[in-house]
């Protein structure tokens, strides 16, 4: 693909998957709900709680912050943050109720407290500087990324933190093609052992394509920057093929 800015490729996945994200998504995500953690940790080949673990080191927190969770799904991060410091108000919001609902499950399990938002995290219904920090794991593939974190720069206080991980696209033909070999045969084997319906199956081709025209972390920090966050910077593994990025919004001048 020869789109050389973060902007000219976001036009591109929105033209190619605007359907997709609108209108067929969400069926997907409300039977994948039920076994998404344990379809994420065969998938990675057991490593899915060391991606968390590694994601949650590079998390500032103290006690008593406000923290959003964007795109919280099964409440993974929240229940992570709230084991290390009980005393944060940790707010989920995803567009999944299913999702929310085991989430929900997980953290009453764990004795703790998650205040939910269903509804479109395009549109944060949340107050100008709002939280202290905000997080988001592993479903910016499915978003249109640069109207989300310019949402999230918004809620966010000022010197407030962002915190994000996904897959990415690896700069590196060979790796990419490897890469990507990998992600449909893994594929095949998890929606086989758990069960997958047929609205989560079909969807197999376009988590690939949804990763081809996804950004490399290079691109993912560029876009960060342009919409005004400062003290940008990355984290990857496996020769990019994710990333682990943090941001501040900034302090007003003086």
């Not at 039920?34 to 899915?48: F, H, P, S, T, V």
């Not at 993974?76 to 709230?82: D, F, H, K, R």
């Not at 929900?104 to 407290?113: P, W």
């Amino acid at each position: 693909m020869a789109t050389t800015t973060p902007a000219a490729r976001e036009a591109v996945r929105e033209e190619r998957f605007r359907d997709i994200w609108s209108n067929e998504l969400n069926d997907a995500f409300a039977d994948i709900a039920r076994y998404y953690d344990r379809a994420n940790e065969i998938a990675a080949l057991g490593m899915w709680s060391d991606f968390l673990d590694r994601f949650m080191r590079s998390v500032d927190i103290a006690p008593g912050q406000k923290v959003l969770d964007v795109c919280a799904g099964t409440n993974a991060i929240g229940c992570a943050l709230l084991k290390r410091e009980p005393t944060l108000d940790v707010h989920a919001m995803d567009r999944s109720a299913e999702m929310q609902a085991v989430g929900q499950q997980n953290a009453k399990a764990l004795g703790f407290r998650i205040k939910s938002t269903i509804g479109d995290v395009h549109k944060l219904p949340f107050p100008d500087n709002h939280f202290d920090v905000v997080t988001l794991q592993f479903a910016s593939r499915h978003l249109r990324v640069r109207e989300v974190f310019g949402e999230i720069l918004r809620v966010l206080k000022p010197g407030g933190h962002f915190h994000h991980s996904d897959m990415l696209r690896p700069r590196n033909p060979i790796v990419k093609k490897l890469y990507y070999a990998y992600l449909k045969t893994c594929l095949n084997f998890t929606s086989l052992i758990v069960g997958s319906s047929p609205a989560a199956t079909r969807f197999k081709q376009y988590f690939i394509d949804a990763l081809d025209l996804f950004y490399t972390a290079e691109e993912l920090s560029i876009m960060l920057r342009e919409l005004g966050f400062v003290q940008v910077s990355v984290d990857t593994v496996f020769h990019g093929m994710i990333g682990f990025h943090r941001a501040v919004k900034p302090e007003p001048s003086a």
